[in-house]
């Protein structure tokens, strides 16, 4: 018989064998501390512009793009020039939609942008003024060079400086249509008159286009037919309209010219008005003035033009004229001279808009 002692001793022995032969218990992950890593400069972060969708161009074409300017309230029919400065290729774009923006597709090559108010001679450009803010102190108006590159674009070519001196934008070349060659003629062609009676004749139309409005036309006989050379177009007549007194009237001894005049629709009544003198090929703005009510009259060589210089109220009653100025330009037989000016002011009338 074991005794209890003995046998507790061998149970307890026969356990602690069978302890060692046990396989060793998976040993428990112990979480380490975070430890707060040691500040460093961040690194600058260089961001790369990805690639846009390519421009939708004609193959082998260069964008070239940027605003146009005029100085006045409204951006008047244009033409867009881009003249490449070594082959004199000359591309010209119509811009009538009265907004700033435009965009034209060009061949690649070296270019100066201008741009010339239809039917007339006055001339802007993308100059040197341009990018030095068209400030009194930017008196450098030579026309910048544009590098245009197939597929490529260049931005920002702002077609703005129309205060530069004669021959620093290049002379029109085109968008006159034709240019038919006057020949002198003892028999007048029918509907027929010598603008400058030198035995040329011209015809001067007025074409009414409907919904594009109406358009002053002047035709060339060549001899044989007449040949449509120069147009001034009203665009959309809910917009602006050619008024009834446009046409040719008499000026000097013999010769007569042309008289434009425009009239916008908005509540200020707009006028525009344009004299424009055959050159014997095509037609030269000789007189342009343009203001708030605007009203024209002829009296012999004399154009009279009143325009409202101030806006107010009379009595509290509707905004119009607060004052008016008139001036009167003489036609001296090469350019007009002005010989007229007189400022009225509307009497109980409150200016409210200078």
């Known amino acids: 018989m074991i005794k209890p002692r003995l046998f ?18 998976e040993p428990t992950a112990t979480p380490t501390p975070a430890v707060s890593p040691t500040p460093e400069a961040s690194p600058t972060t260089v961001t790369i512009a990805q690639p846009t969708e390519p ?26 020039y881009f003249l490449e400065v070594n082959s004199q290729a000359l591309s010209s774009f119509d811009h009538d939609d009265g907004v700033q923006p435009y965009s034209v597709e060009l061949d690649p090559g070296t270019y100066v942008a ?19 803010g068209l400030t009194v102190a930017c008196t450098d108006h030579t026309l910048l060079e544009i590098q245009v590159a197939a597929g490529g674009q260049v931005n920002d070519i702002d077609i703005c400086d129309w205060v530069a001196e004669p021959g620093t934008v290049p002379t029109e070349v085109g968008g006159m249509g034709l240019q038919a060659q006057p020949t002198a003629t003892a028999v007048p062609p029918q509907g ?7 035995g040329t004749y011209q015809r001067v139309r007025i074409v009414d286009q409907g919904a594009a409005g109406k358009t002053v036309a002047v035709d060339n006989w060549n001899g044989g037919a007449w040949v449509n050379v120069w147009n ?27 008289i434009v005049p425009f009239r916008h629709s ?18 030269t703005e000789v007189y342009f003035n343009e203001g708030y009510y605007g009203e ?42 002005q010989v007229g000016s007189v400022v009225q002011p509307v009497p109980n009338c409150t200016q409210t808009v200078p």
């Not at 001793?9 to 060793?24: D, E």
């Not at 421009?55 to 867009?80: H, N, Q, R, W």
């Not at 027929?192 to 030198?198: A, E, Q, R, W, Y």
């Open 192 to 198: 027929g008159i010598s603008l400058n009676c030198d």
């Open 232 to 258: 001034l177009a009203s665009g959309d007549p809910m917009l602006k309209q050619l008024t009834d007194d446009a046409g040719h009237y008499p000026f000097g001894a013999c010769g007569r010219m042309v």
């Open 8 to 25: 507790s001793l061998v149970l307890i022995t026969t356990w602690l064998l069978a302890a060692c032969n046990l396989p060793a218990a």
């Open 266 to 283: 908005n509540p200020q009544l707009w006028m525009e008005l344009g004299v424009y003198r055959w050159n014997g090929a095509t037609m």
């Open 296 to 337: 024209w009259s002829k009296t012999a060589d004399v154009v009279t033009f009143k325009e409202a210089t101030t806006l107010g109220n009379v009595f509290d009653g509707p905004l119009g004229p607060c004052s008016w100025l008139t001036l009167e330009h003489e036609w001296g037989g090469a350019a007009f001279q």
């Open 55 to 80: 421009l939708d161009l004609t193959a082998g074409k260069g964008l070239v793009s940027g605003i146009v300017c005029y100085p006045s309230e409204f951006i008047p029919p244009m033409t867009l």
């Open 114 to 132: 201008y741009a010339y108010r239809k039917g007339t001679t006055l001339a802007g450009s993308y100059s040197a003024a341009v990018p030095c």
